[in-house]
């Protein structure tokens, strides 16, 4: 029989603190020590260590006292504090590049994108370009005295667990050896696919503060599409995304709905993205498009032309609906997730699009009426890849507090 590894005092209080910082940023409203340690499990002795520790660290604050009732101590609720820890994202998508540095307690410390066509480009201009952005930001840090938890890079594409870009067809990238270039090692970051990191950041408090309610909880399993010129998909279940075996896990833009339909960049046909994605629908409504502006000005126009009731744009969309319910009704059957969250092009149609794909999905999936499908609008927008690649550098954080928190 194996040995069993056992628990030191620092794994045991590492793991603690973890929980609690989780708890904290994952929580829609202040706690005391008292509400902590009730919702952790964690003896009110070990809790009140465990916060002095994160108040000397400047992690946590205290707010002011409120008294709850006529009886009793004042309850002093604490606060996940900024200034302290941060996370920088990093990204590189078919419109250009750019770098993000966010705050534990959710503050955006600066952000910076550079728009460009990028299309076949050399992989070693744009990541010096990258670089030397991302030195910006943390010289800027070093001045605030800011300590940089961790870096996520998000890429339109397969990335390996031993950070290998296997391929990203629309940036022309194939088998790119990530760890060769200088902004990869110096902040150790952790490249991943655009649309797992886009995923994360609809996830409140999974590393960073976040006021009020987010459209999914914390802990809620969800299927989320995000659609740029392609079209990305991630799994997440109970707050994690489900990345498979190998990293690859959530490429719904390549399920294919048409078996003689037309040959995808992947090689495929009939693959979702040559109907839904943002390149296909543009094309085939006839509306040109040419440098990084002007694709994201052809976008607004399909959608403008949509909601006028142009015919061909209106026939287009309706095509990409079908497609899109096909696919997700599919990993609704397979993952038993009921829930979809759609970002990226699909986001800017509004809410009249997901009561449509919702209607239609019910149709589809086996479940049904148990299982009743759900289409959501993404919450975070902006960016979305690039604000999960800065929570993925702040997870390393949560998950190991005490490579950072002074005993």
Same mark, same amino acid.
């Given at each position: 029989?194996?040995?069993? #590894? ?9 793991h603690?603190?973890?929980? !609690?910082?989780? $708890? ?14 009730k ?8 809790? =009140?260590l ?8 400047? !992690? ?33 998508? $078919?419109?250009?590049?750019? /770098? ?7 503050t955006?410390i ?8 990028? =299309? ?5 201009e ?5 670089? &030397?952005?991302?030195? *910006? ?25 031993? +950070? ?20 990869? #090692?110096r902040?150790?970051? $952790?490249a991943?696919? *655009? ?11 999974? &590393? +960073?503060?976040?006021?009020g309610?987010?459209?999914? %909880?914390?802990s809620? =399993? ?5 659609t740029?010129? %392609?079209?990305?998909?991630? /799994? ?7 990345i ?13 709905? *048409? ?7 992947c ?6 993205? $040559? ?6 629908m /543009? ?16 976008v607004d *126009? ?14 287009? /969309? ?5 497609? +899109?319910?096909? =696919? ?11 829930t ?10 509004g ?8 209607s239609?999905?019910q ?7 148990? !299982? ?9 927008t ?5 604000? %999960?690649?800065? &929570? ?10 005490? #490579?950072?928190?002074?005993a």
């Amino acid at each position: 029989m194996a040995a069993l #590894r056992r628990i030191n005092q620092d794994d045991l209080r590492n793991h603690n603190l973890s929980v !609690v910082i989780d $708890t904290l940023l994952r929580t829609t409203e202040p706690l005391s020590r008292a509400e902590l340690a009730k919702r952790t499990g964690l003896t009110k002795a070990t809790m =009140s260590l465990l916060v002095s520790m994160l108040v000397d660290d400047g !992690v946590v604050r205290e707010g002011e006292p409120s008294v709850q009732s006529s009886y009793g101590r004042p309850s002093t609720p604490l606060l996940i504090a900024g200034g302290r820890y941060c996370g920088i994202g990093l990204q590189v998508n $078919t419109d250009g590049y750019g /770098v993000i540095v966010l705050d534990l307690d959710g503050t955006v410390i600066s952000e910076r994108w550079v728009d460009a066509d990028i =299309s076949a480009p050399d992989a070693d201009e744009v990541f010096a370009e990258l670089d &030397a952005l991302a030195m *910006e930001q943390e010289a800027l840090l070093a001045e605030r005295g800011c300590t940089v938890a961790g870096a996520g890079l998000a890429l339109p594409g397969l990335v390996t667990g031993n +950070m290998r870009l296997l391929m990203a067809r629309n940036l022309g990238w194939e088998q790119l050896d990530l760890t060769r270039f200088d902004v990869m #090692r110096r902040l150790d970051v $952790t490249a991943g696919n *655009e649309a797992n990191m886009a995923a994360l950041a609809q996830i409140p408090g999974y &590393a +960073m503060r976040r006021d009020g309610d987010g459209i999914v %909880g914390p802990s809620e =399993s969800f299927i989320y599409l995000s659609t740029d010129v %392609g079209i990305g998909g991630a /799994v997440v279940r109970n707050g994690h995304v489900e990345i498979g075996d190998h990293g690859f896990g959530g490429e719904l833009g390549h399920t294919s709905v *048409e078996l003689r339909g037309p040959v995808c960049r992947c090689g495929r046909r009939g693959c979702l993205e $040559t109907y839904a994605g943002r390149r296909a629908m /543009v094309e085939s409504a006839g509306i040109a498009s040419g440098s990084a502006a002007a694709r994201h000005e052809s976008v607004d *126009e399909l959608i403008d032309r949509w909601c006028a009731g142009d015919v061909r744009v209106a026939a287009v /969309v309706n095509k990409a609906i079908e497609a +899109m319910v096909s =696919s997700i009704a599919s990993a609704i059957n397979v993952c038993d997730i009921e829930t979809v969250v759609l970002g990226g092009v699909w986001s800017q149609f509004g809410s009249e699009i997901a009561v449509q794909m919702q209607s239609a999905l019910q149709r589809q999936v086996l479940g049904y009426p148990e !299982v009743r499908a759900k289409v959501l609008m993404a919450d975070v927008t902006s960016r979305p890849a690039l604000v %999960g690649a800065a &929570a993925m550098g702040l997870r390393h954080f949560v998950d190991d507090p005490m #490579r950072f928190v002074s005993a």
